[in-house]
């Protein structure tokens, strides 16, 4: 079996949003759409503050909300573990946009471009106006990773089948690989640091670790 | 049918801030570029392993955008300011080169230098020197043309690490100061943003260093990226660095045992032994005016470096013979004097600076400042050693680190003096897991710190200072802010004049002083990648001062509330679109110490858009037109563009009369390059290149620290004791009132042999007094912080960085402690106005329990007003709120971003 996993390291990351740019410049997503974004959390009272960087996106449950909700079965859910849209069948109802209790699906109508109503030269190039009225989101760059696999690469170590959020990461916060390989770098990772998910209470079995030496 | 598309992948880099460069990887589809990458052919060669940071992925962006200047303009309007509208119309790039060509013609028949005796032309370029690495052969034209004026600043030098840059680099080759990251296990950072600005290397290495245990302590007013990644935040009072750094000292030399410093350090590698009389100079011998120390073989004092001397470390002896020599040769002789050693004189100044003192003015528990002393102590492991490239060096791994605002200003003097001094205590100074310096740019070569290590005189390597004496002082300034006749520190390479008083240029040439030589504006001023009117202090002054140049010639990426005066825009080539070679590895900027070092190429991802043409193209033509062309060439053959293009085993020169294209330098650079790094082994040309990118050859890690070659050489740290820079302090003040001048006399303060602690906080009260404002109507402290995606300032612009900046905390906001803004009634996103005594700027607060209750922090430099998208923000600004003026003006010339201001909540007023 394989299941793609993310762990960001929180040790590491610095909210830099590099990923947040990478991730929108591979995959052509309007303004205001960020797949891979990092969230900057303030916690405690002055002067006993912590500030933690924190990378969001879908996180790729085993058992997804936005699954059972879709009425139309665009939301798919592959044996790796990616969950994929089929952009060709959503019909932009946004119910999974609703139940993703991580905030990690978007939703654009109207075409936007970075300056004005004009795209430009590398918007024209770029951008993909198959996310226009459905649902969309981080999908673990799953073309690439097909891609790679197909030509005998590994993905998470081999940087043409890796998600471009994890290449471009200067601080080596995330790192991408198969949990149901014990011996693999997202494995090895785990077992040698403490971890936590995100609302592991809701019963999502997300797809992304947080190493954080509190956990 | 599905569409094929042409895709290549082109390597290139990123230098638009001074952690460059960084390598990267562009992707275009038919003819466009369309996404930034990181170039992982140098995985285990680049120290972040072929990655660039969130900057680099705007060049595509920045490629497109439709508010690009992209056809050579002139001003119809021959009215500068503000509120004046140029009237900019295209012409063809023959008009453009010829209008300026002929000025520049014009300007060589009446003569270079002009009627006050400084040059007719001028040239700005920004942040940090990193437009030289887009300029393509431009410093080769300058060299042709001859004497330029570099003076009129646009915030580089003055607003940077300034007094560590000219301090650093005196004293330890560091004009650039770095933890020893990759060995260090304990960081004291004041303020020193290093994940926000210490690049990709930086960023990787610091959280390596984090994997592994590294303790870093960052101590600054507020909870910066840096200070949330590191193990603990010290919200120390904004300016009171210097007080916490005194009593960290006083408590290692009164509150520790001796045995927790480096001694064998101190003795051999500083001044410490050295022995200073009543001058406060020290004693010398009769004969060779060599420094004295106390024998303690003999129990007498000889010259300091007489073979088999122990000298004494502490102590007051009696001396029987001794000379000193004062400023201008003012010796005096001495029999039976008493003396002290420099360690002695050195542990009675902390004497006063206890933590309890510092506690009442950093605002730093005294408890805290004890402990930090104590875990820099424990952490220090002397006597420990480690092999390097097969030698072996001490080992000891605790580093200081200081930030903008600490080491520049009021005060900087005594911080960039107090880390220094804290390295040198436990022998942390230039060794693995210290304290160690990463370049060089007022001593030679620049590209090789260790070589520029010569001995001097008295033990310490010899020094590039701008003469004091009657005889050589230059009393008139051969340039407009006047750095060699100023600031003797800065010294005299191609560097200098950027890193003087740049501030006094425009100051001065508008509002001379008393008793000075009125300056006259240049009759030609080129600016490029440089934006004064936002970047520097009271920008709505600047802007002024700008305006007041009679001809302005800018390389222009948009519109911008500089080039808004220009007479001229050209528009170059930019990131993508255009072509150079540069140096890269060995050691440079912040954390960029590796183990190669080579050669990297910018490509043409893309063509030029528009009328863009390549920086070579237009120096070439610049030269060509004006009659240059075969300086020109002779200066682009020894090493102008960057490479001398001739060595001893080859030989790449152009031909000076030919006008060469840019591809054929480019190639020739490529050949010198790799002739000489591989010693003619391994030469590749520009086709090589373009397909790989760079070429390396091994740097040798040793090479990261200056203490081999100090040994090698038997020479000491010029520490803790500034007895030169007394006495020439003491020089350059005779000089300056035998002219009459007496508005430097604060300044000339700061040359003392031990620094007295600097009340910056008080300096600000009565520089508020004095520009005729009670400091009790401005309450808070205002400063800056910077942000990964903007630490530089060509971003602002582009949209996509302002899109992910949204996610960071503060970005285009005013960060105020959340208790101090409810208090005020306040909450998120209301919007306010910030008063100055000189100007006031409004925007959005961003609550925060990361800032101290005290300090208010506005994230970046914008308040634009021309630059197209980033005039639509609105967001706030320090720069227009910051006076110009000298009296906020340290010895070195630089000032920090820093304001008393007050806080009116603006309610639904805009």
Redesign the interface.
């Known amino acids: 079996m394989t299941r793609y996993v993310m762990v960001a390291?929180l040790?590491?990351c610095?909210?830099?949003?590099?990923c947040?740019?990478?991730c929108?410049?591979?995959n052509?997503t309007p303004?205001?759409v960020?797949w891979r974004?990092?969230?900057?959390m303030?916690i405690?009272?002055?002067?006993d503050?912590?500030?933690?960087?924190m990378p969001v996106g879908c996180q790729h449950c085993s058992n997804p909300p936005c699954l059972d909700v879709c009425p139309s079965g665009a939301t798919q859910q592959r044996d790796d573990g990616i969950v994929n849209i089929d952009y060709d069948i959503c019909i932009g109802c946004a119910s999974c946009a609703v139940a993703c209790p991580y905030g990690a699906r978007y939703l654009v109508h109207e075409e936007q471009y970075?300056?004005?109503d004009?795209p430009?030269?590398?918007?024209?190039?770029?951008y993909n106006n198959k996310y226009l009225g459905v649902a969309n989101k981080c999908n673990f760059c799953a073309e690439k990773i097909d891609a790679g696999v197909a030509n005998g690469l590994t993905p998470g170590k081999d940087?043409e089948a890796t998600p471009?959020c994890v290449?471009?990461?200067?601080?080596?916060?995330m790192t991408f690989g198969d949990i149901d390989d014990q011996e693999s770098n997202v494995s090895t990772l785990l077992r040698n640091s403490k971890h936590y998910r995100l609302k592991e209470e809701e019963g999502t079995n997300p797809g992304f670790y947080y190493i954080w030496d509190e956990a | 049918m599905k569409q094929s598309h042409h895709v290549k992948t082109v390597p290139s880099y990123c230098y638009n801030c001074v952690a460059g460069p960084c390598l990267m990887k562009v992707k275009v589809?038919?003819g466009?570029?369309?996404?930034?990458?990181?170039n992982?052919d140098a995985e285990g060669i680049h120290p972040?392993n072929g990655?660039?940071?969130?900057k680099a992925?705007?060049a595509?962006?920045k490629?497109?955008?439709?508010?690009r200047v992209l056809t050579p303009m002139k001003r119809t309007n021959p009215k500068k300011g503000r509120n004046e509208d140029p009237g900019f119309v295209p012409i063809s790039w023959d008009e453009a080169l010829d209008t300026i060509c002929d000025r520049l013609r014009a300007i060589r028949e009446k003569g270079l230098i002009d009627e006050a005796g400084l040059p007719r032309v001028a040239a700005t370029f920004g942040m940090g020197g990193t437009p030289v690495s887009y300029m393509g052969t431009f410093p080769a034209f300058m060299a042709a043309w001859g004497p330029i004026d570099f003076s009129f600043g646009s915030g580089q030098g003055v607003k940077c690490v300034h007094a560590e840059h000219l301090y650093g680099e005196y004293w330890h080759r560091a004009f650039i100061v770095s933890a020893d990251t990759p060995h260090t296990r304990y960081i004291l950072s004041f303020g020193a943003n290093v994940?926000?600005t210490g690049g990709?290397c930086a960023?990787?290495r610091?959280?390596?260093a984090?994997?592994r245990g590294v303790k870093r302590v960052n101590i600054e007013p507020h909870?910066s990226?840096t200070?949330?990644?590191s193990s603990e935040?010290i919200?120390i009072k904004p300016k009171t660095d210097n007080a916490f750094m005194f009593a960290l000292l006083h408590t290692m030399l009164h509150e520790h045992k001796r045995d927790e410093l480096d001694l064998a350090f101190l003795r051999d590698r500083t001044a410490c032994p050295y022995l200073v009389g009543p001058r406060g100079l020290y004693l010398r011998d009769t004969e060779t005016r060599k420094p004295l120390v106390w024998n303690l073989k003999t129990d007498s004092a000889v010259p300091f470096d007489t073979p088999g001397a122990e000298p004494a470390i502490e102590g007051r002896f009696r001396i029987e013979h001794a000379v000193d020599v004062g400023a201008d040769d003012d010796v005096a002789s001495y029999a039976d004097v008493d003396a002290e050693t420099v360690m002695t004189k050195f542990v009675d100044h902390l004497g006063p600076h206890t933590p309890e003192w510092a506690t009442a003015i950093c605002d730093v528990p005294a408890e805290t400042i004890r402990r930090i002393a104590r875990e820099y102590l424990e952490h220090a492991c002397i006597g420990e050693t480690i092999e390097i490239d097969g030698k072996t060096l001490p080992f000891r791994p605790v580093a200081v680190t200081l930030g903008k605002n600490v080491n520049n200003g009021w005060g900087a003097y005594d911080c960039v003096w107090a880390r220094t001094v804290l390295a040198m205590l436990v022998g942390a100074l230039e060794v693995p897991g210290g304290t160690i310096g990463t370049s060089t740019r007022l001593n030679r070569p620049q590209s090789n710190r260790l070589k520029s290590v010569t001995p001097g005189d008295d033990g310490f390597m010899a020094t590039n200072l701008n003469p004091t004496d009657k005889k050589n002082w230059e009393a008139t300034p051969s340039g407009r802010n006047a750095h060699k006749t100023l600031v003797p520190i800065v010294g005299n390479s191609g560097w200098s004049q950027a890193l003087g008083p740049t501030h006094l240029a425009w100051m001065f040439t508008r509002n001379p002083p008393d008793n000075w030589p009125a300056p006259t504006y240049p009759d030609l001023w080129f600016i490029y990648r440089s934006n004064p009117s936002i970047s520097f202090f009271d920008t709505e002054e600047m802007a002024d001062c700008v305006a007041q140049m009679p001809f302005v010639v800018a390389f222009a990426y948009t519109p911008d509330e500089s080039n808004h005066m220009a007479d001229i825009l050209l528009p170059d080539a930019t990131d993508l679109e255009s072509m150079q070679l540069i140096r890269m590895g060995g050691t440079k900027f912040v954390e960029q110490f590796w183990k190669h070092q080579g050669v990297v190429l910018r490509q043409p991802a893309v063509e030029p858009?528009g009328e863009a043409r390549d920086f070579t193209w237009i120096a070439t033509e610049l030269a060509r037109r004006s009659g240059l062309l075969e300086g020109y060439n002779k200066a682009i053959n020894r090493g102008a563009g960057g490479m001398a293009l001739k060595g001893n085993d080859y030989d790449f020169s152009l031909q000076p009369e030919t006008a060469y294209e840019v591809k054929e330098i480019w190639d020739r650079s490529c050949k010198a390059a790799t002739a000489k790094y591989s010693h003619g082994d391994d030469v590749h040309g520009l086709e090589w290149f373009e397909e790989n990118g760079f070429f390396v050859v091994p740097f040798k890690q040793v090479d990261w620290y200056l203490y081999p070659t100090m040994v090698e050489q038997d020479l000491r740290f010029e520490l803790p004791y500034q007895e030169r820079l007394f006495r020439v302090g003491q020089e350059l003040g005779n000089r300056l009132h035998e002219q009459g001048i007496h508005w430097w006399d604060e300044q000339l303060k700061e040359y003392a042999a031990l620094p007295h602690w600097c009340d910056v906080l008080d300096t600000w009260d009565r520089a508020v007094e004095k520009m005729g404002s009670d400091p009790k109507q401005f309450p808070l402290w205002l400063i800056s912080t910077k942000s990964?995606?903007y630490a530089s300032g060509n971003n602002v612009s582009i949209?996509?960085m302002n899109?992910?900046?949204q996610?960071?905390?503060g970005h285009g906001r005013i960060l105020i402690?959340?208790?101090t803004a409810t208090a005020m009634g306040l909450k998120q996103d209301d919007r306010v106005e910030l008063r100055s005594p000189i100007a006031y700027t409004r925007g959005q607060v961003a609550l925060?329990?990361?800032?101290?209750?005290d300090t208010l922090v506005v994230p970046g430099q914008f308040g634009h007003w021309a630059t197209p998208?980033a005039k639509d923000l609105n967001f706030p600004s320090l720069n227009k709120l910051a006076p110009m003026s000298l009296d906020l003006t340290d010895a070195t010339g630089s000032g920090a971003d820093m304001v008393r201001v007050s806080v009116t909540p603006l309610g639904d007023a805009t």
């Open positions: 390291d040790r590491r610095i909210g830099c949003q590099t947040t740019a990478a929108k410049m591979a052509g303004p205001g960020q974004r990092v969230v900057d303030e405690g009272t002055y002067p503050v912590k500030r933690v960087f970075a300056y004005g004009r430009t030269e590398d918007e024209k190039t770029n940087p471009h290449n471009s990461c200067i601080s080596g916060a | 589809k038919d466009v570029a369309c996404e930034i990458m990181p992982f972040a990655r660039c940071c969130v992925y705007g595509v962006q490629t497109y955008n439709p508010n994940e926000a990709t960023v990787t610091h959280a390596d984090r994997v909870m990226i200070a949330a990644a935040w919200p858009c990964m995606q949209q996509l899109e992910v900046s996610n960071v905390r402690n959340t208790a925060s329990e990361g800032v101290r209750p998208y």
